[in-house]
């Protein structure tokens, strides 16, 4: 299965499929995923933000309240509707890759904040040349209300992470992560509906 993966992408299927780090303004952002897990429930993510500049660069982090949240960063998810739980195979007379039902990436925003009653920003002064690295569970937060209750499912995705700030006073700007594609098993893409490379 692995293999059938790594032809229908042309990639080639490594433990972590990674997002490489575009470069804005001293900062790089770069993602890490599970090429493949076995289950939906637990797919984490690991997110780096480097300091490539020469110089001390002064950013949010988090957010400390009852839980770690992150106001700046959020993901980009997208599912390739061939395969996965999305709208298109709930609606009537569906069939994967016709012509009125195309096959396609649908993307959404994974929001990372949630409710909270008290809380604390929190920064971090990275020095150059290092790297501040958050564990993010993508299931849990994909599943939550402000991200429509979507659990993940089984399928092929692709992920990206975007960090941004306008706020005067730390780092101002926005990164955005190359794409890191993953899977989910339990289901395999139909037949005549290869992924794109």
């Known amino acids: 299965m692995r293999s059938h993966l790594a032809l229908l992408l042309g990639l080639t299927l490594a433990s972590r499929a990674a997002g490489a780090a575009p470069t804005q303004r001293g900062l790089s952002l770069s993602i890490s995923v599970p090429a493949t897990s076995p289950s939906a429930d637990h797919v984490h993510v690991?997110?780096?933000?480097?300091?490539?500049?020469?110089?001390?660069?002064?950013?949010?982090?988090?957010?400390?309240?009852?839980?770690?949240?992150?106001?700046?960063?959020?993901?980009?998810?997208?599912?390739?509707?061939?395969?996965?739980?999305?709208?298109?195979?709930?609606?009537?007379?569906?069939?994967?890759?016709?012509?009125?039902?195309p096959a396609a990436w649908q993307w959404t925003d994974i929001n990372l904040t949630d409710a909270r009653d008290r809380s604390a920003r929190i920064t971090r002064v990275l020095q150059p040349g290092e790297k501040l690295t958050q564990d993010i569970d993508l299931s849990d937060w994909a599943k939550r209300m402000i991200n429509g209750t979507r659990a993940l499912t089984a399928g092929d995705f692709r992920l990206e992470a975007i960090?941004?700030?306008?706020?005067?006073?730390?780092?101002?700007?926005?990164?955005?992560?190359?794409?890191?594609?993953?899977?989910?098993?339990?289901?395999?893409?139909?037949l005549g509906c290869p992924l794109p490379k």
């Open 46 to 101: 690991t997110v780096t933000i480097e300091n490539v500049s020469k110089r001390p660069i002064s950013l949010f982090t988090h957010v400390a309240t009852h839980e770690t949240q992150y106001d700046w960063l959020r993901f980009r998810l997208g599912v390739w509707a061939a395969s996965s739980d999305v709208d298109a195979p709930r609606l009537p007379g569906w069939k994967p890759c016709s012509a009125h039902w």
């Open 163 to 190: 960090y941004s700030n306008k706020e005067r006073g730390q780092w101002v700007g926005t990164l955005r992560s190359a794409q890191a594609a993953f899977h989910i098993d339990g289901i395999r893409p139909p």
